[in-house]
């Protein structure tokens, strides 16, 4: 027999744009996306939120819920980088960029470059990072949001069905150098997951949603 795995949640946020409780994600997130140091936690009843939110952030970090759910997750780690994508259409004009986790600052911004779509743009945003890493010595771990791109630096092969043209040579040619510097070289960065729904929107994102 199969339970229903439907959850009610509330969001505590001690700090954001707005403080309160809130009942559903899209609320929460509203208030702590692109936040800097917001505070908030899921809880699984009204009156342990209430109480939470009666009291401070860090008596409740890393904390358990009632039914036994760990609801903490840990914040991003830094210093490290984020990389994300914003393209017009699918596919569209592309841009990528790369900047530093915890001071928003741009590393890098590539484009715009033409019949691109995310996927490709994160992809490269990945490997340009971890060429950037390498040349500065640095084993920062580099955030994205996109599991299909990270998947393809892992497997060193961008395994995209964008068809190419006239018009998005240049691109191909960036897709090409980058599978080639995987194939040849090795790295220490983490490439890890983004977790939009409990840290926020990435912080190199275009802000174009």
Same mark, same amino acid.
């Not at 043209?165 to 599978?179: H, S």
């Given at each position: 027999?199969?339970?229903?795995?439907?959850?009610?949640r509330?969001?505590?946020?001690?700090?954001?744009?707005?403080? @309160?409780? $809130?009942?559903?994600?899209?609320?929460?997130?509203?208030?702590?996306?692109?936040?800097?140091?917001?505070? $908030?936690?899921?809880f699984?009843r009204?009156?342990?939120?209430r109480?939470?939110f009666a009291?401070?952030?860090?008596h409740?970090?890393?904390?358990k819920?009632?039914? /036994?759910?760990l609801?903490e997750?840990?914040?991003?780690?830094t210093?490290?980088?984020?990389v994300?994508?914003?393209c017009?259409?699918?596919p @569209? !004009? !592309?841009?990528?960029r790369c900047?530093?986790?915890?001071t928003?600052?741009?590393?890098?911004?590539? @484009?715009? $470059?033409?019949?691109?779509t995310?996927?490709v743009?994160? $992809? !490269?945003?990945?490997?340009?990072?971890?060429?950037?890493?390498?040349?500065?010595?640095?084993?920062?771990?580099?955030?994205?949001?996109?599991?299909?791109?990270l998947?393809w630096?892992?497997?060193?092969?961008?395994?995209t069905?964008?068809?190419?043209?006239?018009?998005?040579?240049?691109?191909?040619?960036?897709?090409?150098?980058?599978?080639?510097? !995987?194939?040849?070289?090795?790295?220490?960065?983490?490439l890890?997951?983004?977790?939009?729904?409990h840290? /926020?929107e990435?912080p190199a994102?275009?802000?174009?949603?």
């Amino acid at each position: 027999m199969t339970q229903s795995k439907s959850i009610t949640r509330y969001y505590v946020v001690w700090k954001g744009r707005k403080t @309160g409780i $809130f009942s559903s994600w899209p609320e929460a997130e509203a208030q702590v996306k692109g936040h800097v140091g917001a505070q $908030f936690k899921a809880f699984d009843r009204l009156d342990e939120a209430r109480r939470a939110f009666a009291g401070e952030y860090e008596h409740y970090k890393g904390q358990k819920a009632s039914q /036994g759910r760990l609801l903490e997750v840990p914040p991003p780690i830094t210093p490290s980088y984020c990389v994300d994508a914003a393209c017009s259409g699918n596919p @569209g !004009l !592309l841009e990528y960029r790369c900047v530093d986790t915890a001071t928003g600052e741009e590393i890098f911004h590539r @484009g715009p $470059f033409e019949q691109g779509t995310n996927n490709v743009g994160e $992809f !490269l945003a990945i490997v340009e990072a971890l060429i950037w890493c390498q040349a500065q010595g640095r084993a920062w771990p580099i955030y994205s949001d996109s599991v299909n791109a990270l998947a393809w630096v892992r497997a060193k092969k961008a395994r995209t069905h964008l068809i190419r043209t006239p018009e998005n040579a240049k691109l191909f040619e960036r897709i090409a150098l980058a599978e080639a510097w !995987l194939r040849s070289n090795t790295y220490p960065n983490l490439l890890l997951k983004w977790q939009t729904e409990h840290w /926020g929107e990435n912080p190199a994102d275009f802000g174009r949603k």
